[in-house]
């Protein structure tokens, strides 16, 4: 079994950055792909940035593609987003979920394991 707790929401203006944390325990945080997904009210869950299990790709779409980063430390198995920027339409519950192989993919129902999600709220 593998937990994750995501870290990091809360109250942000419109301009700022935000940096997400995730921390994973249970199995071998090295296994796993990680993958950052965003939930607004009323709209489905989205795939915004993933990382291999090596770190050594990552991957991002939509809206924070070019103002995101994702990485990870594996030795403190953590995975971190961070946007800048922000757009009131970063507003969302984001999810960060692991799934055990290589890379991360787009596709929620392919991770195996999920958080519990932590509240972005972006304002004018």
């Known amino acids: 079994q593998v937990q994750l707790v995501e870290s990091g929401g809360g109250l942000l203006q419109a301009g700022e950055s935000l940096r997400l944390s995730c921390a994973v325990s249970g199995r071998t945080f090295s296994n796993y792909a990680v993958g950052w997904f965003r939930q607004a009210p009323g709209a489905e869950r989205e795939f915004v940035a993933g990382?291999?299990?090596?770190?050594?790709?990552?991957y991002y779409q939509g809206s924070v593609k070019g103002r995101s980063t994702i990485s990870r430390d594996n030795a403190e198995n953590t995975v971190y987003l961070q946007v800048n920027s922000l757009k009131l339409e970063d507003t969302a519950v984001y999810y960060c979920?692991?799934?055990?192989?290589?890379?991360?993919?787009?596709?929620?129902?392919?991770?195996?394991?999920w958080g519990q999600g932590t509240q972005v709220t972006v304002s004018s």
């Open positions: 979920a692991a799934r055990l192989g290589l890379i991360p993919v787009v596709g929620a129902g392919s991770y195996d394991y």
């Open positions: 990382i291999t299990r090596d770190g050594n790709s990552t």
